[in-house]
């Protein structure tokens, strides 16, 4: 399917900002939308933002206005800009792709792939 590898994470002061980077490999050809999550201990894995292919892109009420997707095509790619950053920020996020493509009897195979993640710390 598709493999996932995130970058830039780190340590932030409150209004500071941060770009995270996702490189996609594998079945590139078949992703749709790719994403951005967070997650805290305890607590779900919420949508932070996301991009369609054609650059439709859907956010976060909490991020909106602070914080930009980005998406490369060519190569592969989708960045998340964080700007105005808060202490509420700190999570670990994680980059998500999903598409569809079709197997060698052409049944279509419907994907959700992730990353790894990466740590993102605001401090105060």
């Known amino acids: 399917q598709v493999q996932l590898v995130e970058s830039g994470g780190g340590l932030v002061h409150a209004g500071g900002s941060l770009r995270l980077s996702c490189a996609a490999s594998g079945r590139t050809s078949s992703i749709n939308t790719m994403a951005w999550y967070r997650q805290t201990p305890g607590r779900e894995r919420d949508l932070v933002a996301s991009i369609a292919k054609g650059g439709v892109t859907n956010y976060a009420d909490s991020v909106k206005d602070r914080f930009t997707i980005s998406r490369d095509n060519a190569k592969n790619t989708v960045d998340l800009h964080m700007n105005k950053m808060k202490p509420e920020d700190t999570a670990r996020y994680y980059c998500?792709?999903?598409?569809?493509?079709?197997?060698?009897?052409?049944?279509?195979?419907?994907?959700?792939?992730w990353g790894l993640g990466t740590q993102v710390t605001v401090s105060s």
């Open positions: 998500r792709a999903e598409g569809i493509y079709y197997n060698d009897d052409g049944a279509p195979v419907v994907y959700g792939s």
